[in-house]
C-alpha cells in the first residue's frame, strides 16, 4: 500500500513550459520533504516543509505544504534542460520515526 | 567528511546465496536506515535504528537482517537471496529529530539476482 500518491509518473515538456507536480495522501505527516534524484545516484535533498500551509520557494521552484499537512506540490516555473531528473516526494511520521517515499515523478525538458 | 559510503557498488548473487552490504557514516547521525528502489515504487523501507544497539523495521523486512553496533556503521545482510530481492538498495543517514530532517543518501548499491 503506497502511503503517498505522486502524479504524474511521467511528464516531457519543453523549455520554457510550467509544471506542477502533487503528493497526495489520506494520512498527517510531521514534515514534508522533496528529493531530485539523478541517474546512477542517491537522492538529494531540495526542501522541507513542517508547517501546514507552508510555501517555499526556491529560485524557479515553488513548494506548498497543504493546511491539513496530508499533500503537496512542487511547481516549476520556465522549466530547462537542467531540471530533468527523478522528483521524489517523502512524508516524515516522527511518532513511527519513517520516511515514506511517493512513487516518484519522471520529467524531461526537452530544449 | 565522506559522507554516506555504501559498498559493494555493483553485485550478482546466485539464489540462495548470502551476502552484506555495507554502509558507513561520518556524521555522527543517530538515524540510519536503508531502501530499496525499484523502477515506478519510489524508495522503500527496509530497516531503521535511532542509534547503536536500537533497529526496527520498515515496509519491507522481510529476508533481511540488520545490526548497529557503533553509531557509524549499518550493515545489510541478505540471508539467503531470492530473484525478488533484485534492486538497488540506499543507505541513508540523519540527525534524528532535527529540522530539517535531511537524510543524506549514499551512492547505492545495484544487486541481480538471478
Known amino acids: 500500500t503506497q502511503l503517498l500518491e505522486q502524479s504524474p509518473q511521467f511528464l516531457s515538456i519543453q523549455e520554457g513550459e510550467n509544471l506542477t507536480v502533487y503528493c497526495n495522501s489520506s494520512?498527517?505527516?510531521?514534515?514534508l520533504q522533496w528529493y531530485r534524484q539523478e541517474p546512477g545516484e542517491g537522492p538529494v535533498l531540495l526542501v522541507t516543509?513542517?508547517?501546514?500551509?507552508e510555501v517555499k520557494k526556491l529560485k524557479r521552484l515553488t513548494f506548498q505544504f497543504g493546511d491539513a499537512r496530508k499533500d503537496s506540490s512542487l511547481h516549476i516555473t520556465a522549466a530547462q534542460p537542467g531540471d530533468t531528473g527523478l522528483y521524489l516526494c517523502a512524508g516524515w511520521r516522527g511518532s513511527a520515526r519513517q520516511l515514506t517515499f511517493g512513487s516518484g515523478t519522471q520529467l524531461t525538458v526537452l530544449p | 567528511n565522506a559522507g554516506v559510503t555504501q559498498t559493494p557498488k555493483f553485485q550478482v548473487l546466485k539464489t540462495g546465496q548470502s551476502m552484506t552490504l555495507q554502509c558507513a557514516q561520518d556524521?555522527?547521525?543517530?538515524?540510519m536506515s536503508w531502501y530499496r528502489q525499484d523502477p515506478g515504487m519510489g524508495l522503500r523501507l527496509i530497516h531503521y535504528?535511532?542509534?547503536?544497539?536500537?533497529?526496527d523495521q520498515g515496509e519491507v523486512p522481510n529476508g533481511y537482517n540488520v545490526s548497529r553496533s557503533t553509531t557509524e556503521d549499518f550493515p545489510l545482510r541478505l540471508l539467503s537471496a531470492a530473484p525478488s530481492q533484485t534492486s538497488v538498495y540506499f543507505c541513508?543517514?540523519?540527525?534524528?529529530?532535527?529540522?530539517?530532517?535531511?537524510?543524506?543518501f549514499g551512492p547505492g548499491t545495484r544487486l541481480t539476482v538471478t
Open positions: 516543509v513542517v508547517t501546514g500551509g
Open positions: 541513508a543517514s540523519s540527525y534524528l529529530d532535527r529540522v530539517p530532517y535531511e537524510q543524506y
Open positions: 556524521m555522527n547521525h543517530e538515524y
Open positions: 535504528s535511532v542509534g547503536a544497539g536500537i533497529t
Open positions: 494520512s498527517v505527516f510531521s514534515s
